[in-house]
Structure formats: structure tokens, C-alpha cells
């Protein structure tokens, strides 16, 4: 069964700095991997997706890696904005109904 | 627009009633998901679907029961076997190798 954990569980910084969230995940057997954003109360948003074939994407300001055979990927957040605030959860997918098994995620505050 | 549609966003329950949350989707995904996040706390699957009439349990599936007799919809419904259902309820569809999609949200509350 996949186990996806997520370092660190929270974190708060002021505004500008650059930022690493980890995710680690016990099965490599998987397809791809997405990290996104959930705000309080609400629901998911996409952030990017990685295929199990690519090392890294990127989407502006953002950033993330995957190193599949040890389990590891990495989401860089560069110049961080308090607008960033929020929980940023890694799930990836495998085969097995292709499901997104989930991290307890990393709660982000950026103070201005 | 394309997207995936929960409903409704807040649902109150009595002790006993069962109570059915809607997901529908217009992104012609095969795979559909149903997930329960506690406070504070990640997300852990109930039932998935990846094809019409074809649904297996997750985690977390006593007390939840799902039907999948459209592409479109996933309906969760949520039985009186299941003793603490206050939680806020996820829905995702996807294709195998696509970005899931997900809803905004079921907050269920036991009154």
C-alpha cells in the first residue's frame, strides 16, 4: 500500500523567501505525480503534474522534481507571497485504479 | 465550462438519516474518486470508480455506500452505519494519465 509523507507538516516564513516542500512516497511504481494547493474550506486546485517519465516541471514561480526510484519528490516555490499561504498537498498515482494516494501536507504562512 | 460539480456545500444529518452528496463531471473522465478530509488532517479515499457500473473500496468505505450508472455521475451516499460522518467531502475524476480535477467540497455536519 502506497504511504506518502510530506516534510515539513507546517511552516512560516516571511515574505521573499524560497521555499522546498518535500514529499517522499513508498511505492515508485507510479504513473505521475501532481502537487496542489488547498486553501481553507475549500476544495483542491491543480498545481502541476509530473509524469513518471519527466524529472521536473514548471509553472511560473513554482517548481517541482521527481526522482521516482527513490521516492522523492520536491516542490520549490521561489519569492514567496503571502498569497502563497495555504496547505500544499503531493499525491501520486498508481496503478491500482489509478488513484492519488495522499500526504498529510505542509500548512505554508508567508508573513509580509 | 468543463469542471467537477459537488453538491450541496454544506449538508446537515440526523442521527440515523442517510443523506446522498452529488458529483458530476463534463470532462468525460473515466476514473471518479470520493475522499473524506478530517480537520487538520490529509486525505483518505473511500470508493473509486474507473468505469461505468464498476466501483471498488478504498480505505475507508464502511458506512459509505456509491453507484456509477453514468459516465458523469458519482453520487456518495452516506449510511446511518456510519457513526462519525462529520467531515468535509472530496469528489476527483481523472484520466489515467491526466491531472485529476477536483470539486469544492461537501461539509457534512451530524445534528
Known amino acids: 500500500k502506497q504511504e506518502v509523507t510530506q516534510i515539513p507538516a507546517a511552516l512560516s516564513v516571511p515574505e521573499g523567501e524560497n521555499l522546498v516542500l518535500n514529499c517522499s512516497f513508498t511505492d515508485s511504481a507510479i504513473y505521475n505525480l501532481q502537487w496542489f494547493r488547498q486553501d481553507p474550506g475549500k476544495g483542491l486546485t491543480s498545481l502541476l503534474l509530473?509524469?513518471?517519465?519527466?524529472r521536473e516541471q514548471t509553472s511560473g514561480r513554482l517548481n517541482a522534481s521527481l526522482d521516482k526510484s527513490s521516492g522523492r519528490s520536491t516542490l520549490y516555490i521561489a519569492a514567496s507571497q503571502p498569497g502563497d499561504s495555504a496547505t500544499y498537498l503531493c499525491a501520486p498515482a498508481g496503478d491500482a485504479g489509478n488513484m492519488l494516494t495522499f500526504g498529510g501536507g505542509t500548512r505554508l504562512m508567508v508573513k509580509p | 465550462d468543463g469542471g467537477i460539480t459537488q453538491s450541496p456545500k454544506y449538508l446537515f444529518r440526523k442521527e440515523g438519516q442517510n443523506v446522498t452528496l452529488s458529483c458530476e463531471q463534463n470532462l468525460n473522465h473515466d476514473a471518479m474518486y470520493w475522499y473524506r478530509q478530517d480537520p487538520g488532517q490529509g486525505l483518505r479515499l473511500i470508493y473509486y470508480?474507473?468505469?461505468?457500473?464498476?466501483?471498488q473500496k478504498g480505505d475507508i468505505a464502511e458506512g459509505y455506500s456509491v453507484s456509477r450508472e453514468k459516465k458523469e455521475s458519482f453520487p456518495l451516499t452516506v449510511t446511518s452505519a456510519q457513526k462519525n460522518p462529520t467531515a468535509f467531502y472530496l469528489c476527483?475524476?481523472?484520466?489515467?494519465?491526466?491531472?485529476?480535477?477536483f470539486g469544492q467540497g461537501t461539509r457534512l455536519t451530524v445534528v
Open positions: 476527483a475524476s481523472r484520466d489515467r494519465l491526466t491531472e485529476a480535477f
Open positions: 470508480s474507473q468505469i461505468v457500473n464498476d466501483f
Open positions: 509530473i509524469q513518471s517519465s519527466q
